[in-house]
C-alpha cells in the first residue's frame, strides 16, 4: 500500500495516508469568536471548466443560506467568501492560500478536478486547514485536512464496470480529458478488464477543453467496441458528443459510459445529442425521495425554474451539511476537533444516507447507472443494493494490486 500512496505524488504535492504524521505546521488564523464565521468556496466560474463548476457554487450558496436560515452552526451565522479557480490549478492554490491564510476562513469548499485539488492540498496541510472536497475522483489519497465526499473508484467506476459486464460487454474503447482522474480512472479499467475477460479497444486522451475530436471518434467507430468508457470533461463533452452523433454512432450501436456528464452537462450538449446514454454517479435529480423532492424545490425556488440539479451539486452541497453536523458534534470549529469528532457523522441528503468514515476522510455512497432522457434529465436504471464503504486504495479488490495511476 505505502507504493501506492506513494504514487500520488502530482506536480504540487502529495497526500498522506490517514493516521500518518501530519505535515501542519500550525493551526490557521480562524476566529470563530462572534457572531459570525467566515467558510470559502473554491469554484471555476470561469475557463472550459464553468459550464461545470459555476453550477456546484450555486449549490454551496444555497446549502449556506439554508443553514443561516435555520439559525447557523452553533449559533452562528455563516458568511461565505467565494473565489473563481478559472480552471487553472495554479490560481485555486493561490485563491486557497488566500481564504486560509489572508480571509481566515473556518473551511474551503470546493475544487472540481484531481489537478486542482492535488495543487491545493499542500496549502491544506501547511495551514492545517480543512477542505472539503466535493466531486468523484480516481482514489488513492487521503489527507488528515481534507474531507472527500464525492465518489472514490468503488463507488462510481468499479459499478459501472460491473453493470456493463452484467450486459454482456466484452471490449471497452477509452477516452479521457488529459489530466490525472481520466489517466489513473483508466488505469483502474484496465486492471479490472484483465482480470474480467475484457479486451481494451483503444484507449486516447484529449487537453482540457479541446473542441475536435473527429480523430479519436473515427478511431472508436473503427474499433467497433461494445461500448466507450468516457472520462472527458467539461466543456469538451459538447464537441465529443456531437461529433459521436455525425459519426453515426448511438447508445444503440455503441453506448457511452460516462463519469462526468450530469443533468447540466446534457443541458449544454444537448439531450437529442446524448439521449440513451449511460451515466455513473450516486445522484440523479429524478431520484424519489422527501429529502430530494426538498433540495430539487429549493434549488429551483432559490435559482429558476428552469434549473436542474446534478451529482456534483449535490455532492458539494452535502459536503457544506456534513461539516455543519460535524461541527455540532464536536461543539467546536476547530481543526483538531473535527477531525476527531468526524468518524460516524451521517446526514440524510439527497442522494440518501452518507456517513463520514473517519479513518480515511471519506463518505459512504449509492451507486447508481442513469440513462439520458429526451427531456434532458437522467433516470436510473440499476442502484447498489446498500450504501458502499469508501476504499480510496482499492482494499479488497486484489487485481488492483500496484496500481498507481
Avoid at 95 to 101: D, E, F, G, H, T
Avoid at 134 to 150: C, V, W
Avoid at 274 to 285: H, I, K
Wanted: with cysteine.
Amino acid at each position: 500500500m505505502t507504493a501506492i500512496a506513494t504514487a500520488t505524488l502530482f506536480a504540487a504535492g502529495c497526500g498522506a495516508r490517514a493516521g500518518d504524521e501530519p505535515s501542519a505546521a500550525g493551526e490557521g488564523c480562524a476566529d470563530t469568536s462572534g457572531e459570525t464565521v467566515k467558510v470559502g468556496s473554491i469554484n471555476s466560474l470561469s475557463g472550459g471548466l464553468a459550464v461545470s463548476e459555476t453550477v456546484i457554487r450555486d449549490a454551496i450558496m444555497l446549502a449556506v443560506e439554508e443553514i443561516n436560515a435555520s439559525g447557523g452552526v452553533l449559533g452562528k451565522q455563516l458568511d461565505l467568501i467565494g473565489e473563481d479557480g478559472a480552471s487553472d490549478p495554479t490560481i485555486f492554490a493561490e485563491k486557497a492560500q488566500k481564504l486560509v491564510q489572508s480571509d481566515c476562513v473556518a473551511v474551503v469548499f470546493g475544487g472540481y478536478t484531481s489537478a486542482s485539488r492535488k495543487a491545493m492540498l499542500p496549502i491544506f496541510e501547511d495551514s492545517n486547514a480543512l477542505l472539503y472536497y466535493g466531486q468523484q475522483y480516481e482514489g488513492l489519497e487521503t489527507s488528515e485536512n481534507i474531507f472527500y465526499t464525492g465518489a472514490t473508484t468503488n463507488q462510481q467506476i468499479i459499478p459501472a464496470l460491473d453493470y456493463l459486464k452484467e450486459q454482456g460487454v466484452t471490449s471497452l474503447y477509452l477516452v479521457g480529458s488529459d489530466y490525472v482522474f481520466p489517466r489513473t480512472s483508466n488505469a483502474i479499467v484496465k486492471a479490472y478488464a484483465q482480470a474480467n475477460g475484457i479486451e481494451i479497444r483503444g484507449e486516447d486522451y484529449t487537453p482540457l477543453g479541446s473542441t475536435d475530436f473527429s480523430t479519436i471518434v473515427n478511431k472508436i467507430r473503427s474499433a467497433d467496441a461494445d461500448a466507450v468508457f468516457n472520462v472527458v470533461v467539461g466543456d469538451s463533452l459538447v464537441a465529443f458528443f456531437r461529433e459521436y452523433r455525425n459519426a453515426n454512432l448511438s447508445a444503440d450501436t455503441m453506448p457511452v459510459m460516462s463519469m462526468c456528464v450530469g443533468e447540466e452537462e446534457v443541458r449544454s450538449i444537448g439531450a437529442g445529442t446524448v439521449a440513451g446514454q449511460l451515466s455513473s454517479w450516486n445522484y440523479y435529480q429524478t431520484l424519489d425521495s422527501p429529502a430530494n423532492d426538498s433540495f430539487v424545490a429549493n434549488f429551483k425556488q432559490r435559482f429558476g425554474a428552469d434549473r436542474v440539479t446534478s451529482d456534483p451539486m449535490e455532492s458539494a452541497y452535502a459536503a457544506v451539511m456534513l461539516w455543519k453536523a460535524t461541527v455540532e458534534k464536536a461543539d467546536s470549529f476547530a481543526v483538531s476537533d473535527i477531525q476527531q469528532a468526524a468518524g460516524g457523522v451521517t446526514v440524510d441528503a439527497p442522494e440518501g444516507t452518507v456517513t463520514i468514515d473517519g479513518e480515511n476522510h471519506h463518505v459512504t455512497k449509492t451507486a447508481r447507472i442513469g440513462r439520458v432522457a429526451e427531456d434532458g434529465l437522467i433516470y436510473q436504471i440499476w442502484q447498489s443494493p446498500e450504501p458502499i464503504e469508501p476504499a480510496p486504495f482499492l482494499e479488497g479488490y486484489p487485481w488492483a494490486e500496484g496500481i498507481t495511476g
